[in-house]
């Protein structure tokens, strides 16, 4: 049976319906501020993190002690061991071979062994050395082929298994002394430092 909506007559309750306007969501806005904050909150705490790892890194590679004479060192394809410092030599004298230094000459023994799986050169030019104030000195290669007799212990070829012994030597001034020295397997590694902690001459 149909209705017919006549205003003279009274109406139930409620009833025509009434139209409400929908309430605009605010679940949403709340959500995205909420995930906001999280993502804020994520990267403080990993901000934090990094520089806490970094410093106790820092820390622990100021704690670590300098290997020095005798300890093997690694940097690249090369495994290093410093055997002998000897500083305080005016002169070197190899049979009819000489050199004379403008300071003195401290003449660093040490073994190199090719531990990588390709031949590597080995130089004395690489090979970098430091006074106790931070002084670097460059190795002497012409002084070397004297200590070491030929030149094949200051420029050769090192195969993998091989192991060569030579003598760097720094021509560094009378009243100067040598704190460690930085040795590398090619001119763009790290280098690794050992220390030799020489004293300076009392002649």
Avoid at 102 to 114: A, D, H, K, L, P
Avoid at 181 to 187: M, R
Wanted: hydrophobic share 40%.
């Amino acid at each position: 049976m149909c209705h017919v909506y006549d205003p003279t007559v009274p109406q139930q309750a409620g009833y025509p319906p009434t139209l409400v306007a929908p309430v605009a969501p605010r679940r949403r806005g709340r959500m995205i501020w909420l995930v906001v904050g999280l993502v804020a909150l994520g990267c403080c705490v990993a901000g934090v993190t990094a520089q806490l790892v970094g410093q106790a890194l820092r820390e622990a590679e100021t704690a670590a002690p300098t290997p020095g004479i005798g300890d093997p060192v690694r940097d690249g394809q090369f495994e290093f061991v410093v055997s002998a410092v000897t500083c305080g030599q005016a002169e070197l004298v190899n049979g009819i071979l000489r050199a004379r230094a403008q300071g003195q000459y401290c003449v660093v023994e040490m073994s190199v062994r090719n531990i990588g799986r390709a031949p590597r050169q080995f130089a004395d030019g690489l090979q970098k050395a430091f006074g106790p104030g931070g002084e670097q000195y460059a190795a002497d290669t012409g002084a070397g082929v004297v200590a070491n007799g030929d030149g094949i212990a200051v420029w050769n070829v090192v195969n993998p298994g091989n192991s060569v012994a030579a003598k760097v030597v720094y021509d560094i001034p009378t009243t100067a002394s040598l704190s460690t020295v930085e040795l590398h397997d090619s001119a763009l590694s790290g280098g690794v430092r050992v220390s030799v902690g020489t004293s300076q001459p009392t002649a």
